[in-house]
Nanobody
Framework: QVQLVESGGGLVQPGGSLRLSCAAS????????LAWYRQAPGKQRELVAR???????NYGESVKGRFTISRDNANNTVYLQMNSLKPEDTAVYYC?????????WGQGTQVTVSS
């Protein structure tokens, strides 16, 4: 069982930055994959960024070069650094973990990009 708690969302102006955090209830070193997804109103949930146990990362096309996923194994936390934010980045952002064959989700944190 893994519990995930996101934080760091909020309102930011276009061009600004935010850092999301996701605290896991267990050692993330043994978790197969950690990721951030987002869902905007009326749209499907989409992958934002993913990092697997080897350290390899992949990103959604719309955030490449602007967002960075990282992990802190000592603190069981995964981060999403978001720079050059755009209004179309507005969504609820969800933390995700895959451990074995089981998927775990956080409750989500709202990110709103608006002037």
């Amino acid at each position: 069982q893994v519990q995930l708690v996101e934080s760091g969302g909020g309102l930011v102006q276009p061009g600004g930055s935010l850092r999301l955090s996701c605290a896991a209830s267990r050692n993330i070193f043994s978790i197969d994959a950690l990721a951030w997804y987002r869902q905007a109103p009326g749209k499907q949930r989409e992958l934002v960024a993913r990092i697997i146990s080897s350290g390899a990362r992949n990103y959604g096309e719309s955030v490449k070069g602007r967002f960075t996923i990282s992990r802190d194994n000592a603190n069981n936390t995964v981060y999403l650094q978001m720079n050059s934010l755009k209004p179309e980045d507005t969504a609820v952002y969800y933390c995700y973990a895959q451990f074995g064959s089981v998927d775990y989700w956080g409750q989500g944190t709202q990110v709103t990009v608006s002037s």
